[in-house]
């Protein structure tokens, strides 16, 4: 059976459900195709810091809603070293800027949500999606769905579908400009019903490994540990998590931290990735598609929503302007911004893991980074700048 679209997406994770909902209210046609079930999808644990401008994009496509009730604003964010521990005040620091802390699970769920509402369609158990003479002026994709395949003609294609997703091998090899970095280490992540043992979020670098001590609500926690790349969860279960958690962290946090069952544990492996190629023909590649961060610095979502943002204005600028002549803009603005991005995750990661391969002397250079960051005024301002997230770039 045969369907036309304006912008037909690729997934439906964060990145794609936002451009629907955005595109949707600006009166242009989208559909998306997701290869899961939408309880698969929210299934995933990820990301829970959101920087101010992903926020304000949300309220834009009208799902700020929930996160305005139920989120927490963070002004500060916290650091410790060997167990010392030190507050950041991000919102001193980065000149009166703050970061909310609302997990991407619920993102997700008010993104799918609204677009319920709105009678988009989004095909969930989407097999085998195809994309077809993307150079042309006439790019279609096809799948399979319920026994059947489908075609979908469409003007553009949103690659939405994640590191894995086939948008970006649609692409021709010899025209894909690439870069990546493995880090030889993962997070081991833990999710339960207890309360936060702090109100801020708290980096703690340490000679036993890195250790993050994060959350989601005032009764939901989220803890990682730093595993080497080849840890499997059967290594693990959760009084050894919590164990080794408590050794990690500040002695006072150890001390007051309340345990429970794990509703979630999962290993991540750590890289970065940027494919430079963001924009070819007409698709368009958009969040983990397009590249990948350490989550250290809780970028991987935020650039995903700053895609979203550059290529929504773009899409506007088309079909309400005419303006074509734009679309170069889109790669431009999304990779320079990218590469920002994954230079700061990547210090971040540098700055508070801890690597087999250093000696001692590389333990005390850290050290000293760490010492100099945390107490000088201009290090202070670049973690808190950056962390809270830079600003937009204007199409023009
Ligand atoms: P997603 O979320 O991977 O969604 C892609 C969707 O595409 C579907 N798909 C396909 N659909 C159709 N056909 C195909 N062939 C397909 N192949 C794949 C998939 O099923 C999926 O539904 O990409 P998106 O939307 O670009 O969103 C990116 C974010 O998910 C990601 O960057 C963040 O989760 C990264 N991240 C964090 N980001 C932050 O900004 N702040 C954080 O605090 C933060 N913490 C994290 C993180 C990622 C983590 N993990 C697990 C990697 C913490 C962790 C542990
Ligand atoms: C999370 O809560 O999952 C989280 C928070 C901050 C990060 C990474 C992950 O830097």
Redesign the pocket.
Known sequence: MDTKTQVAI???????LLLGQLLTNAGIDNII????SGDY?LS?I????LEQGTADLLREAGVGERMDEEGIVHTGTDFSFQGEHHHLDLEKYSGGKQVVVYG?TEVTRDLMEARKKSGATTVYE?DN?KLHDIESDSPYVTYYHNEETFRLDCDYIAG???????SRKSIPKDKLVEYEKVYPFG?L?LLSDTPPVHDELIYCAHERGFALCSMRSKTRSRY?LQVPDTDTLDNWNEEKFWAELKRRIPKKMADKLVTGPALEM?I?PLRSYVCETMQYGKLFL????AHIVP?TG???????ASDVETAFRLFVKIYKEDRTDLIPRYQEISVARAWKAVRFSWWMTMFLHRFESAGRFDFRVQQAEFDYFIHSEAGKATIAENYVGLPFEELE
């Open positions: 690729i997934g439906a994770g964060p990145s794609g195709l997701e290869r899961k999808v995933r990820r990301a829970g810091v991407q989407a999606v939405c579908d994640g590191y894995h997703g086939v997070w992540g990682y999962s991540a958009l969040g983990d598609a989550p809780a970028k991987g979502l935020n650039l995903a």
